[in-house]
């Protein structure tokens, strides 16, 4: 069975984590407690997060209500090794790379419609940017890790968002190209039924935009 100290640990290590305003333990915190789950990111992080929040929380993990059900029900599980469940992975976060953060920020914001999750260092070097469910993260340096002429020749993507309907994609090109948004591939149908089109940031990256044809 698991041991009880360990996630005592574990219980500790989220807390820190949240007192640190570690962004990836939001995510953990929204989907593991139901009042959290409306929350955003730095919504949860601002929250007086507790050590019996983060007990329940490692409950939850386990398919307990609460701490102390943990505890009681602790005993009649059985060992780790057998009821180890299938890892779920709840969200990804393609991480672009550009050269001024302010700069991309005002890309996303003002041309993409997203939304600024946090920013991170002094000078800035780190951010995330939001829209929806889509999130990306973005990485100051100082030069190209790809060269441009094979990105482009290549069509290499940094990153893929998708749009439920076809009426959605169409939308968003719409409303992409409205806001002169430099488009490397514009609006058109796949053979295997999908519709997108290419967005290219201030930094070179490809971003591909689609949603189904029909």
Known sequence: MPNLENLRKQAKLILRWHRDRYYPVAAQIRSGLPRFSQMTDPDILAQNFRLNDAQELVARQHGFESWQALKTGLPTMPDHADTVAKAVII?????????????????????????IAFTYGEPLFYAQVARDAARLNLRCIEQPVIDPVLRDREELLSAALTVATAAEIKQLFLAFQAAG???????????????????????GNLLLFAGPAE
């Open 181 to 203: 948004v430099t488009l490397f591939q514009t609006l058109k149908r796949e053979p295997w039924g999908a519709r997108n089109f290419i967005v290219k940031d201030p930094d």
């Open 91 to 115: 969200a990804a976060e393609p991480q672009l790379f550009v050269a001024d953060i302010k700069a991309s920020c005002d890309f996303f914001t003002d041309k993409l419609g997203f939304a």
